[in-house]
């Protein structure tokens, strides 16, 4: 049969534009027309693709909204996967609730949007710079033992726990950095790998 991916299914819907509107769908919680995608890719052999793009949008787009669906979607999927493998319909069920739960749940974009605008600002030269956070420097670490940090300073210090205060939704900035770094010919989420001196390259600046 080939790559499915590669061809329209028998309804003559495209492959990707059936990805991408059951993840869509999923986004404006409109839960008949995602199920429309998952059962149509499933039914022209795409459900590999299907269940791969489903586990993604949960963590896309649903996230800390709904923890209860995002620590569980693994399960879920496995328990879908194992209907499906022995041909029982039971798997149409696991796939309804994640649909439904999705849907009708809280929605969060906030860990793509955090995760885009970190490697942008990566890019764009942001370095976390460890000697204006000196607890970093405990016991365990070269310098620490260096300044004679021991069991004291790790429990009063390095072992601290302080409750985040963050509220920040990353919307706008992810936006503005991957604007700038896409605009001088970066990938966001690959070239935040490269070092000092490649990013300088890739720039043609020259080092």
């Avoid at 890719?41 to 459900?47: N, T």
Wanted: hydrophobic share 35%.
């Amino acid at each position: 049969m080939g790559n499915p991916m590669r061809r329209n299914t028998p309804k003559g819907y495209n492959p990707y534009e059936l990805m991408s509107g059951m993840q869509k769908f999923i986004r404006r919680s409109m839960e008949r027309e995602a199920l429309f995608c998952a059962y149509e890719m499933e039914s022209a052999g795409m459900y590999p693709h299907m269940r791969n793009r489903l586990m993604v949008t949960i963590y896309e787009d649903v996230g800390m909204g709904n923890p209860m669906l995002t620590n569980s979607i693994s399960s879920h999927i496995y328990r879908m996967d194992e209907y499906y493998k022995k041909k029982d319909g039971a798997w149409r069920l696991v796939l309804g609730n994640i649909i439904l739960m999705a849907c009708r749940g809280e929605k969060t974009r906030v860990a793509d949007q955090f995760v885009c605008t970190v490697a942008g600002r990566m890019i764009d030269g942001w370095r976390v710079n460890f000697d204006d956070y000196e607890f970093v420097y405990d016991m365990h670490t070269r310098k620490g033992k260096a300044m004679g940090r021991g069991a004291e300073h790790f429990y009063n210090e390095a072992s601290k726990i302080v409750e985040s205060e963050e509220t920040t939704d990353y919307w706008q900035e992810e936006i503005d950095i991957s604007d700038k770094v896409e605009a001088e010919g970066f990938d966001v989420l690959e070239d935040y790998r490269l070092s000092d001196a490649e990013l300088q390259n890739k720039r043609g600046l020259g080092i």
